[in-house]
């Protein structure tokens, strides 16, 4: 993973108009964006089915045309397509400059020509995907939209929010970096979404399984790397407006972006408004648990939202060094279903709640995430230095009516210097550093070595208490080092090591409670949390092998990772007022630790291509919140006690992708996926794990057509997703029947006196089927999935060109 | 033809997944305890009336297909309504009105071990204040919890008054 060198192959074919001319010659090379010849790049001419190859040194040469103005398309693997209007002036010659390319995971099915070259120079199990894919999916929430790829689920909340999974683990145990720098906020709870604007998210990739190396420990369930815009031409400007909308919830959305870049020097900006009302389900009452809740308009009640987003990149780009800063302030507020808040189902005030389904009443959540990162890197010869320097802010404030339960005062006393309708409050800083060497000793072999460093302090508020505050330092160093057996053969391993303090402070309820002693009762101010300080170090390890024959790809990789326990894990002490429950920390857990073999094997030829990547992974002690058959009348206000325990578990499963090209318009797709896990020892041996995945599989049928009418790229498609029963479930949980549900879409790029406008629309649960997602938040309060949903996403890019002074 | 065998080849596949769900082991237990408040002598049930200083039994059946695990009783006002009964039973509620001095009870209780069923005896008396002051009467969430020896937990809340006589 030296230096990313994302390939695709993009098919995309083009019209002209022609107007008679004598036969004139058409010389020009194409370049890469470092001015070096890209060679094989197809030339086309379509209309006039002229075409060429670039030639070692980039050129080509089109002769006996007749008309000098046409579209030419030039395409090569690795490559974005280009595609531009040409006006001949003879004896000119033409130069094309080519961007780097993503890998296009168009709908489910992965491109035409399979070969990645990133996947094929890592061992890894690793997806990529780019704007365009994010655009065609938008889901209510990046990982919603991203909910299709292989191997990725979520945990959702609502219809804005949504947690990322991978393989069935899910919370701290998959790290998300934005533009190099850890996202930290606060994962461990379950309703809590991922501060990220999709809108601003360039590319994405994902590593499944333990990637702990690189990226800091933690990352024992896999990684999902999002990065933002790259780095603009030299002297280009440009932007983009996106305009939303969605009827399930009655979305809006926009984000306009600007870039424009001197020689030297680059500067972005983006803003990103969203505002939706409660979300719509096919049914009209709601069973929390046997409580019926009726519902306004099929909506779910006060689940409506609204996001503002502000996003600003600026930096140098010199020969050998690049420093860019980022910074970005993510805020969003959103509602939770009023019924299902507190300490059992609630009766609300129907009149007030049903008045609009815009408005956000009691339980909401804000939450405000402030970044500024700098990334530099500095490259020599053999050599590349990289740096990360990130600062966040996470603010969260949960609001909801002061309810007092358990010992609580009826009536909350004026002396205390919090709302008494503040719930919870979390205010965390986040520093980060991160410095990479890279050299290449030889043609063969690279390394790779860093530090990583972090500070994290967490404060907190409100009425109810459920994690403490506490200061959190990790450090951690690696060494990996690459080696190029042959062209088609690597060997990858690497090591780490990390060391790291958590200081729990303490915690007293700020109400008193009557504590039964000896048939005495007194009235005491409960400690939920003490003082801890613990102390964690690990060495983690991966090897891995990359074989590339011909047309096909193996992979596999052997890795020890490991996450320290979290704050939470080691000291909550507080009532989870969605769950009903009472969670208890446990200061004494040890260190997650995982070891898991992952292989991948693949086949891609010119029309077809499967692959199977299946894993084994086991844990020696897992850290999970157990619930026991325990009430605790003192400090859970008599709910049912669920603590972290720790237990050894095995899981394995995999996924399986395969896709067929029918004709150049048609094509098939396929995708399914499947992860087992049993715990194997601790009080729920034999269990599996909470919010585990059911298999799933999506079929997809697409079809698109470079020309349709007055539109290019268009295309149209059919998701089938099928979903099997989960019946391996875990207390609390309910078992979720199995479902079917089709998503269309359908899109393509209308040119309009010049400029382009991207049309991406679908239709989700294309049939309002009523079904249970087992990994939904809100499944256990028997809340189906949204019903049917109309979504559109207009993309208006802009582009020009900066004078030269 | 090629088509043809790929999809197949796919539909096979997601059988064998439909397939692997199936395995379940029949050695885990995956059925909650249940509370049966439709015993001959069951009390409180939906609607009843509870009185200041007078004893009372908690009488319901507590059934599990293994083992119980404990259970908890929890008494708290509901002056704002804020709750509804899990019973079907619909009960004339009071005004709604604001807490002055409500009375609160929990407490939890065991279950002897390797029980499935377990009558409630639970002997009740709700001093009529706290000593100083007298506690607010009027409607009032009784709810019984019960969990089984695995974790699993099912609650019944019911609406009663609770009433100085």
Known sequence: MVKPILLSLVINLLYCFSFGQTPIRFDGSVVDNKNKPVIGARVL?????????????????????????????????????????????????????LEAALVKLDGVVVEGNYVELKKEKTSLNIEIVNDDYLRQNLGGSLMKSLERLPGLSTIDIGSGQSKPVIRGLGFNRVVVVENSIKHEAQQWGADHGLEIDQYAIDRIEIIKGPASLMYGSDAIGGI?????????????????????????????????????????????????????????????????????????????????????????????IKDRFKSTFYISNVHTKYGFFANAHGLEPRNVDRSVHDQSNRDILYPYQEVNHFKV?????????????????????????????????????????????????????FEKDIYSVNAKLFYNASDKTQVSTGINAEYKENNIGGRGFIIPAFQHLNLGSFLVAKYNYSKKSLFQAGIRYDHGNVNVSSYNDWFVSPNYE????????????????????????????????????????????????????????????????????????????????????????????????????YFSNYIYLNPTSRYDRLYGFGNQVFEYTESEILRYGGELHAHYEASKQLRFGF????????????????????????ASAILNVKYQKPYFKF????????????????????????????????????????????????????????????????TSYYRLINVPEAGRNFIINISIPFMGNLKHN | MNTFKTLILMTAFSFFLNGCQDDEKPTIDDEKPTIDLTIANAFPTSCDTLYFNEPFSVKALLIDNVELGSFNIDIHNNFDHHTHSTEIKQCTLDADKTAVNPYTFIQDYTIPDASSTYLTDVSMTISSSDGTDLYDEGDYHFQIRLTDKEGWSTLKGINVKLLIR
């Open chain 1, 518 to 617: 000896n048939g005495d009762t007194t009235q005491v101010y409960l400690k939920r949390a003490d003082d801890i300080s613990r102390n964690f170090s690990n060495l983690s390890w991966s090897i891995g092998y990359n074989f590339n024959p011909d047309n096909w790809t193996y992979k596999f990789n052997l890795g020890k990772s490991f996450r320290m326990p979290i704050a939470k894990e080691l000291a909550a002490s507080g009532v989870n007022y969605h769950r009903f429950s009472y969670e208890v920390g446990n200061a004494g857990l040890s260190p997650e630790v995982s070891y898991q073999l992952d292989a991948g094997v693949e086949y891609h030829a010119m029309k077809f291509a499967v692959g199977v990547s299946p894993f084994l992974n």
């Open chain 1, 45 to 97: 001419l379509k209309s006039l089915n002229k075409a060429d190859v670039s030639n070692a040194q980039g050129d080509f040469s089109i002769d006996d045309l007749t008309q000098n103005t046409f579209v030419i398309e030039i395409s090569c693997v690795g490559y974005e397509t280009l595609i531009q209007r040409i006006e001949l002036t003879e004896n000119k010659k033409y130069i094309f400059q």
């Open chain 1, 224 to 316: 999902i790397d999002l990065k933002n815009k790259t780095v603009p031409k030299e002297n280009t400007f440009g932007g983009s407006v996106d305009l939303s909308g969605k009827t399930n919830n009655d979305f809006i959305g926009s984000s306009v972006s600007f870039f424009a870049r001197k020689k030297d020097f680059f500067a972005t900006v983006r803003a990103t408004i969203l505002d939706y009302g409660d979300y719509r389900v096919p049914t009209d009452r709601v069973a929390i648990y046997s409580y019926y809740v009726p519902l306004h308009n099929n909506q779910l009640r006060n689940t409506a939202g609204n996001e503002q987003n502000l996003h600003t990149s600026f930096g140098l």
């Open chain 1, 671 to 694: 995708i399914g996926e499947y992860v087992y896990t049993e715990q194997l020892s601790g009080p729920k041996k034999g269990y599996t794990l909470p919010f585990a995945p059911p």
């Open chain 1, 373 to 425: 990162i700098n990334k530099s890197m500095y490259n020599s010869k053999n050599w590349k230095f990289e740096s990360d320097l990130g600062y966040q802010r996470n603010y969260r404030e949960e609001w909801s009516q002061y309810a007092p339960h358990g010992y609580m005062p009826a009536v909350f006393p004026k002396s205390l210097d919090f709302n008494p309708e503040l719930e919870r409050q």
């Open chain 1, 711 to 774: 539109v290019t790229n268009a295309y149209l498609s059919l998701d089938y997703k099928f979903t099997a029963d989960q019946n391996n479930i875990v207390p609390p949980e309910v078992t979720t029947d199995g479902y079917q549900v089709f998503n269309f879409s359908l899109g393509g790029d209308l040119v309009m006196h010049n400029q382009k406008i991207s049309i991406a629309m679908q239709v989700q649960n294309l049939l309002n089927s009523k079904y249970f997602n087992h």
